[in-house]
Nanobody, 122 residues
Framework: QVQLVESGGGLVQAGGSLRLSCAAS????????MGWFRQAPGKEREFVGG??????YYSDSVKGRFTISRDNAKNTVYLQMDRLKPEDTAVYYC?????????????????WGQGTQVTVSS
């Protein structure tokens, strides 16, 4: 069982930056593949990126602007978001899965955080 808690959301102007954190409980954090998703009002939950031992993987919509990293000693995964755009506005969720492969569909993830709101003003 893993519990995930996101933090770091807020309101930022277009072009600005935010860093989200996701703290995980449990002593086996390093064995999980971690993902970040987002969901805007009226839209489906969308894959943002993920990270496993071989490194991160990003969706095309955020590649080059967002960076995912993890600190296994702190049981934490991060989402650094730069050059934010109004279309990045959404609730951002971190998720964990027990498989070794980064998956892009929400159903492939076993554990979810409560989400944190990111709002980018134009």
């Amino acid at each position: 069982q893993v519990q995930l808690v996101e933090s770091g959301g807020g309101l930022v102007q277009a072009g600005g930056s935010l860093r989200l954190s996701c703290a995980a409980s449990g002593r086996t954090f390093s064995t999980y593949t971690m993902g970040w998703f987002r969901q805007a009002p009226g839209k489906e939950r969308e894959f943002v990126g993920g990270i496993r031992g071989t490194g991160p993987y990003y969706s095309d919509s955020v590649k080059g602007r967002f960076t995912i990293s993890r600190d296994n000693a702190k049981n934490t995964v991060y989402l650094q978001m730069d050059r934010l755009k109004p279309e990045d506005t959404a609730v951002y969720y971190c998720a964990a899965r027990t498989g070794a492969i980064i998956r892009t569909k929400p159903d492939d993830y076993d554990y979810w955080g409560q989400g944190t709101q990111v709002t980018v003003s134009s």
